[in-house]
């Protein structure tokens, strides 16, 4: 036998098992002992905009699609959304925006089945099912999507996996965990839930404010005054929006909902912190005060009607499913200086954008991307220092995880069953921003010292 021949044995030795259900916290303490702030451990979910920067533009979409194993959909829908924006492109053939639809609503749908497996078991498996029938009649057979192109995507849909997806979606329907969605404005018990959060809630809507996860549009409720929801073009992110610790695995930003964003005038609104997610969509559209699962199971009723209108909608089965401009656009572009786009979607956790800037030849100089789970850290935080400085029991941890839900298994735990590491920290926080403490990005940041 050569030495060719002989096969190559690797031994790997595994000296930590990973709970899946385990929720590492960052807990901080003054020169007494006592808990000045708690924060969620985001480590695991490093920053990775700068892996596209030197990419083209064009072969973005490719790589977004697998930057996260649980929300692939909404990476590559906002990536290939960005990149028509970089090259204004911007008329999206009917069909082919239906058939992006079909494809969100089954990846909400996919996303959501983990968070009601303990509470009907049954209406989980025929959501999951009806969500991957969806997301096979918009093209993706598989975990990872194919689907969207800039100008339009791949292929028309198939009739028959329709079919399939509106049987799946009847099935759905049928199941407890969907009727017994309440409808109502008001919560199911309004002692389940206070929400003390004191910033923004931002969503994705369509040009008149209407709920739209593939909206163009960014609508900005206030917890401190009744003045009607502001509505924000796309576009207005590269103004309004700004990393307080930039390019931080928890960098919390702020938006600027002032008349004149950057203008620092006493008559001017502040730039303040936010949230995304099941929760803003209810503040959003006035039905504050509704705890984190019943905004989920409001979020499952909205979509199950979103993929009903999608699926009985006779420009689904159409041909033209991309504009031929596309090319074009893109074949034409004058990347002279710089230029920037902006692809938003509102997913199961909430807003995700995608921000490129590209120079010559359409490569990208500088990227952003914000999840959700960055987008609520700091809301997430300030529940953690209030219930370990209160109470300290973890039921109130578990149910802040729930309420933030951070694109980690932890935040599909069944009640009870989330474990937790406690990693101590002596000195000040990175950001001592404790709760009910103002909106405003006026804390200065503090450099984080450990045991």
């Not at 959501?127 to 100008?151: I, T």
């Not at 839930?193 to 004191?198: C, E, G, I, K, P």
């Amino acid at each position: 036998m050569s030495s060719e021949s002989v096969p190559v044995t690797q031994h790997i030795q595994l000296d930590e098992l990973v709970d899946p259900f385990e929720a590492r916290l960052d807990v901080y303490r003054d020169d007494y002992g006592a808990i000045t702030q708690v924060s969620f451990d985001l480590s695991g979910l490093p920053r990775i905009d700068g892996m596209l920067v030197g990419k083209r533009a064009l072969d973005v979409p490719d790589i977004t699609k697998r930057l996260c194993g649980l929300c692939p959909v909404v990476h590559h829908l906002a990536g290939v959304r960005a990149v028509e924006d970089l090259y204004g492109i911007s008329d999206i053939p009917r069909t082919a925006q239906l058939i992006r639809e079909l494809l969100a609503a089954g990846s909400t749908l996919d996303n959501l089945a983990t968070k009601f497996v303990a509470v009907d078991r049954e209406g989980a498996r025929e959501m999951k099912r009806a969500g991957k029938a969806l997301m096979r009649a918009a093209g993706a057979p598989s975990h990872f999507p194919d689907v969207a192109v800039p100008g339009g995507v791949r292929a028309a849909v198939d009739r028959a996996l329709v079919s399939e997806a509106e049987s799946a979606l009847e099935a759905l329907a049928e199941t407890a965990v969907i009727k017994e969605v309440e409808l109502s404005s008001t919560p199911d018990s309004p002692d389940a839930w206070t929400d003390t959060f004191d910033g923004l809630d931002v969503v994705v809507v369509d040009a008149n404010g209407e709920l739209a996860p593939l909206g163009d549009h960014l609508a900005v409720a206030r917890h401190d005054t009744d003045t009607a929801v502001q509505i924000f073009p796309a576009a207005d992110w590269l103004t309004r929006v700004r990393e307080t610790r930039p390019g931080a695995a928890s960098p919390r930003p702020v938006f600027d909902a002032a008349d004149e964003p950057g203008v620092d005038d006493c008559e001017s609104q502040r730039a303040d912190f936010y949230r995304v997610g099941p929760v803003s969509r209810q503040v959003v559209v006035d039905k504050r005060g509704v705890s984190p699962r019943d905004a989920q199971r409001r979020l499952l009723a909205d979509t199950v009607a979103w993929a009903s209108r999608v699926l009985v909608d006779e420009d689904l089965l159409g041909d033209h499913v991309y504009d031929p401009n596309a090319s074009m656009a893109i074949e034409n572009a004058d990347f002279e200086g710089q230029r920037s786009g902006v692809g938003l979607i509102d997913g199961p956790r909430g807003l995700l954008v995608h921000r490129y800037m590209a120079g010559a030849d359409g490569v990208i100089t500088d990227c952003q991307i914000m999840t959700p789970t960055a987008q609520n850290e700091l809301w997430l935080t300030r529940m953690l220092t209030e219930e370990l400085c209160g109470d300290g029991k973890t039921a109130g941890v578990e149910e802040s995880i729930w309420a933030a839900d951070p694109c980690l298994p932890c935040s599909s735990a069944p009640a009870g069953v989330m474990t937790f590491k406690m990693q101590e920290h002596a000195g000040a926080a990175a950001e001592n921003m404790p709760p009910n403490s103002g909106g405003s990005a006026e804390t200065p940041t503090v450099a984080e010292r450990t045991k």
